[in-house]
């Protein structure tokens, strides 16, 4: 029976009791799905249904076939190796003993001779020569990514749960995931924001608040087909504001011929032209015929005031992100940042970076490329301060922000609220809630606690926190900024950047958002 998983009336509380997923019904067959929506709204936590590491609270997951699931982030604290990651430790440790002439003549006998020549075909097909026994904790995020690929091909599942699979990969090692997708012959779900990924898939499943819909691939025809909803959306919800409004003039309308019939009467009946029996049938009709108007005029509007709300709510789901940077107002001809022969790195005897020199004048903006392991992240470090050179010398002109890819400046124990009042200690608490409410984050979201959002959420919160303040920084240095942030928050990133007047340097793998950019030029790191 071919490969599929089947999804039946999914429903999914998170630990704080707010509803995920309600009654969600899906199928995926042998075909390349993205799964894409704006953070927060399941993409992992519907991956980890299907592949059984949690349970719904209603409804049932059926998979056919055998399930290789990809996390956003595989631990490198455990002290795995290779091996572990594979699940084959204890199979080479036999061959180990058989080798050395310690094996047991039983074992041996279910010995997998084949095993290490496997491992090496799978290490090697994604990029990655080193040997099964070399630990995690030693393996840049990168080349932890490509141990967890290489791991998905050897153990040959048939259906691929990948999330965010080219998070932290560089050009290699996302052709390395572009490649395998495009060879694979079983079922793949793959929940990501790169959109050059998302272009290799033949369906597009989009998680929102109101539900999940599928669409063909691939995903820029999605998104012109979502654009073309967004339109419709605004229509709809231009009409149902006229219907509102004009219900609401009618109603008005209504209610002052009543009061001028009403005050008729009551002038009638005080001077007596008509019989008192015939004005209080008159007035028991008027009455009666006005409550029942205005029940009508009453469910009326409440008809129009919902359908009103169904087309705000879907603005809201449909409406792309917005951010805006106030201006630096940087001289085109200040000196920003120098560096004069800088080496460094975290190993002295083994610095990773060598004899690197780097002026930034004016509102330059740099990219700092290279592979996984050439010391983009460890350069940007000694450009801020953060680590000492060990020869050379930095000089930095004007005031700048860190915003890095693991989000270090946020409290994880602390609400969105308090660390960007930490961050920014100067901002009054108006200021704070209209600069995360520019985020997205309005209202209650600004209580929320940092450790609780998801990875694209959390990255939002540090870009609130870094670009939101009233005098941002005249350099901004950006380390994999576009890593876990949703789509609609990339493409407003990018528009934010674009329009932004100071210095910036950057380090991303997505080609495609450094080509908004407008850069200046490239500063491009070899390999280690």
Request: aromatic content about 4%; charged content about 25%.
């Amino acid at each position: 029976m071919p490969a599929s998983v089947s999804l039946a009336r999914l429903s999914w509380t998170t630990p704080d009791g707010t509803p995920l997923f309600t009654d969600l019904s899906l199928n995926f067959g042998l075909e390349r799905t993205g799964l894409v929506g704006r953070n927060g709204t399941g993409k992992t936590t519907l991956l980890r249904l299907i592949a059984g590491a949690l349970c719904p609270r209603a409804g049932n997951v059926r998979v056919t076939g055998t399930i290789g699931l990809l996390r956003q982030d595989i631990d490198a604290d455990t002290g795995d190796t290779i091996a572990d990651l594979f699940g084959v430790a204890p199979a080479l440790a036999l061959l180990a003993r058989a080798a050395a002439g310690r094996g047991d003549p039983a074992a041996l006998a279910e010995a997998d001779w084949t095993l290490p020549a496997r491992i090496e075909a799978a290490l090697r097909r994604c990029g990655l020569p080193v040997e099964p026994d070399a630990p995690l904790a030693a393996l840049s995020g990168g080349q932890r990514t490509r141990a967890g690929l290489a791991a998905l091909i050897f153990a040959a599942p048939d259906f691929l749960l990948l999330d965010e699979p080219t998070n932290n990969l560089d050009r290699d090692g996302r052709d390395a995931v572009i490649g395998l997708l495009r060879a694979w012959r079983g079922g793949a779900i793959v929940a990501s924001h790169d959109r050059a990924l998302l272009e290799e898939m033949d369906a597009i499943v989009e998680l929102t608040t109101l539900g999940a819909t599928r669409h063909g691939g691939p995903y820029s025809a999605f998104r012109a087909r979502k654009a073309a909803v967004l339109e419709a959306a605004r229509r709809d919800l231009a009409d149902a504001e006229r219907n509102h409004a004009e219900t609401r003039r009618r109603a008005q309308q209504a209610a002052e011929r009543k009061a001028r019939k009403d005050g008729a009467g009551k002038r009638a009946r005080a001077r007596g032209d008509q019989p008192k029996i015939l004005m209080d049938a008159a007035k028991g009709r008027s009455e009666a015929s006005g409550g029942a108007n205005a029940r009508l005029r009453e469910a009326r509007e409440d008809e129009v005031r919902e359908a009103l709300a169904r087309a705000r709510c879907r603005i809201e789901v449909l409406q792309p992100l917005s951010m805006d940077i106030p201006p630096t107002g940087l001289p085109a001809g200040r000196l920003v940042l120098r560096l004069d022969g800088v080496t460094g790195g975290h190993d002295p005897a083994h610095p990773v970076i060598r004899d690197v020199s780097l002026t930034v004048t004016g509102p330059e903006r740099i990219a700092i490329t290279g592979p996984n392991g050439s010391g983009k992240t460890t350069l940007l470090s000694l450009c801020l301060g953060r680590l000492a050179p060990l020869s050379g010398t930095v000089e930095r002109r004007v005031p700048c922000a860190l915003l890095d890819q693991h989000l270090g400046m946020l409290d994880p124990a602390l609400s969105l609220r308090q660390n960007f009042l930490r961050l920014n200690p100067a901002v009054g608490e108006n200021q704070c809630h209209a600069a995360l409410a520019r985020f997205r984050f309005r209202a209650r979201d600004a209580l929320r606690i940092v450790g609780g959002l998801s990875g694209g959420e959390r990255m939002r919160a540090g870009l609130a926190c870094t670009l939101g303040r009233a005098d941002p920084p005249s350099l901004l240095v950006l380390d994999e900024p576009t890593n876990h942030l949703d789509i609609d928050g990339l493409e407003a990133l990018e528009a934010a950047l674009f329009a932004y007047d100071g210095a910036l340097l950057v380090v991303s793998h997505d080609e495609m958002f450094l080509e908004t950019l407008d850069l200046d030029r490239r500063v491009a790191l070899g390999a280690v």
